[in-house]
């Protein structure tokens, strides 16, 4: 099962933030917060993961509570392209079994225009 | 820099039929993985490989199911005596445990599998 849980949809207007959150209370000291994004019909994307601190990169920000019981996918300013079925997940980033993905059923985020 | 590959992109099958799909993981990634997507559901694991080694298979894939990776490169999913309920998006992703990589997947575009 997901160790995460996820609104399971949201909205957000063109050129705003987007700020999804997802929690993940049981969460592992050794377990990282991986974000990836699936668009209609395509296959996941990976976005950004993190430990403990706020990570950014060129596609989005994440932000961890400093318990790291939950988190904040922002994506600075949503565009149409943006829409897409969000999944936050909490994984082991090296060792165990296989690093397998244990995906939940995300967030569908529509960017309105 | 090219992606991971999957072919077919699309295959429609009549129940009882075997189906094979194909997928190409990046260059230089040791690891490759399948994974099956249902209508409104996040992708599920069926299987890992670690360069030719099947290490983890989930009680998902049942008999009917074999995958392989010859050579650690590319990696087929045979399905046999399809059913119904087999239809559904396998996709295949492929990461790298090298010192210094992320090891995130990186997932194929996917092959929708339809059994009539």
């Known amino acids: 099962d997901a160790k995460t849980t996820q609104p399971p949809s949201m909205d957000c207007a063109e050129g705003r933030a987007a700020n999804l959150p997802c929690n993940h209370s049981?969460?592992?000291?050794?377990?990282?917060v991986y974000w990836y994004r699936q668009i209609h019909s395509q296959g996941p994307q990976y976005i950004i993961h993190?430990?403990?601190n706020n990570e950014t990169n060129e596609m989005a920000s994440l932000i961890i509570t400093e318990d790291r019981k939950s988190s904040t996918l922002i994506l600075p300013h949503a565009t149409l392209r943006d829409t897409a079925v969000y999944y936050c997940?909490?994984?082991?980033?090296?060792?165990?079994?296989?690093?397998?993905?244990?995906f939940g059923t995300g967030t569908l985020l529509a960017v309105q225009p | 820099d090219t992606g991971v590959s999957q072919d077919p992109r699309h295959k429609i099958t009549k129940r009882g039929q075997n189906v094979t799909f194909r997928c190409d993981p990046i260059?230089?990634?040791?690891?490759l993985y399948w994974y099956r997507q249902t209508l409104g559901q996040g992708p599920e694991f069926l299987t890992y490989?670690?360069?030719?080694?099947?290490?983890?298979k989930s009680r998902l894939l049942s008999d009917r199911f074999s995958a392989e990776r010859p050579k650690g490169s590319f990696s087929t999913l045979e399905i046999q005596r399809t059913e119904q309920g087999d239809s559904a998006m396998y996709l295949c992703?492929?990461?790298?445990?090298?010192?210094?990589?992320?090891?995130?997947?990186?997932f194929g575009p996917g092959t929708r599998l339809t059994v009539t």
């Open positions: 490989f670690q360069n030719e080694a099947q290490l983890e």
């Open positions: 049981t969460i592992s000291g050794n377990e990282y």
């Open positions: 992703a492929s990461s790298s445990n090298s010192l210094g990589d992320n090891d995130e997947q990186y």
């Open positions: 997940i909490v994984r082991v980033k090296y060792g165990g079994a296989t690093n397998k993905l244990i």
């Open positions: 260059s230089e990634h040791n690891r």
């Open positions: 993190g430990l403990k």
